[in-house]
């Protein structure tokens, strides 16, 4: 899979930073994804090890360096002896181009996917569980949101230790219509009784989105931490300094 520039600009600048002192092992769903395929090649420059399962129609579409397993995201049966030595897992998987028209596949895929993904962390008692939920509450898209508060609910009463990232819309290449939406964002975000929703479902680039995953994959949490839009958004600050202060 070629790298776009955007893939590029990120990796050239993850370079710059000093090296995580602490490489993990990551087990990645969904890792084939538009977020997946830029975050993997970002996790093995910092030095991670990472382990994506692929579907068997999907295998040869994970970028190259990952280590690569079969298996079946909607059946635990079928991956979660992958899962471990992994310290890390990582669930991405979900229905692509999310519309109000596939709330029966929200239910069967990315309900499914998620159930099967806290079994598989919870059988396996992986050490750090990360899912990307989606922001909520939201006036729009209810099936999508709704089933994903269902699966924030499935992690906390499982009691993983877990972080949960909630983004609304991730800006990027083939992904760029909403930027026409920024102008009234800029006036939502001023307007005393719509202030806090247009913050909660604000846009974020995809290094953004890469940045804040990393950095929950560098920074394991005991408990629950759920990481909003203006947490995304300055991850890559409190990366380069955690990093900065681990290696000095
Ligand atoms: N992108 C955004 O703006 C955004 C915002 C908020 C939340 N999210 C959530 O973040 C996650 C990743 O987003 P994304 O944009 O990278 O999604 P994406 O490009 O649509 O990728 C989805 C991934 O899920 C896998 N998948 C889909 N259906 C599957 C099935 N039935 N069985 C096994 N695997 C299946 C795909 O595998 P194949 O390659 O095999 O199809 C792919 O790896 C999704 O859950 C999405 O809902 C995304």
């Known amino acids: ?12 600048k993850v370079k710059k930073l000093p090296r995580c002192a602490e490489p993990r092992r990551v087990f990645i ?19 991670h090890h990472v382990r994506g399962l692929v579907r068997p129609t999907s295998k040869g579409n994970l970028p190259g360096g990952c280590e690569v397993v079969t298996g079946e995201a909607l059946d635990a049966r079928t991956y979660q002896h992958f899962v471990r030595p ?16 596939k709330a029966a596949e929200f239910r069967s895929v990315d309900f ?20 990307l939920s989606v922001a909520h509450p939201a006036p ?4 999508y949101t709704s089933v994903r508060a269902e699966c924030e609910t499935m992690i906390r009463k499982q009691g993983l230790n877990a972080t949960i990232l909630r983004p609304w819309y991730v800006l990027g290449p083939g992904h760029k219509w909403p930027y026409a939406l920024l102008p009234v964002y800029k006036v939502a975000e001023v307007l005393p009784f719509i202030r806090q929703g247009a913050i909660r479902l604000g846009l974020v680039t995809l290094e953004q989105m890469v940045m804040a995953l990393v950095q929950a994959v560098e920074s394991p949490v005991q408990g629950l931490k759920v990481v ?7 991850a890559q600050d409190s990366l380069a300094r955690e990093v900065t202060l681990q290696s000095a």
């Open 140 to 143: 729009v898209m209810k099936a």
């Open 228 to 234: 909003d839009v203006p947490a995304i958004r300055a």
């Open 112 to 131: 499914v996917s998620a159930r099967e993904a806290v079994k598989a962390a919870a059988a396996t008692a992986v050490p750090h569980f990360i899912y």
């Open 29 to 47: 769903t969904g890792g084939t994804g538009y977020l997946g395929s830029s975050l993997i090649p970002v996790l093995l420059e910092r030095g």
């Open 1 to 12: 899979m070629a790298a776009s520039i955007s893939d590029i600009r990120l990796l050239l």
């Open 86 to 101: 992994s310290d890390t897992m990582i669930h991405l998987v979900g229905v692509a181009h999310p519309s109000p028209s």
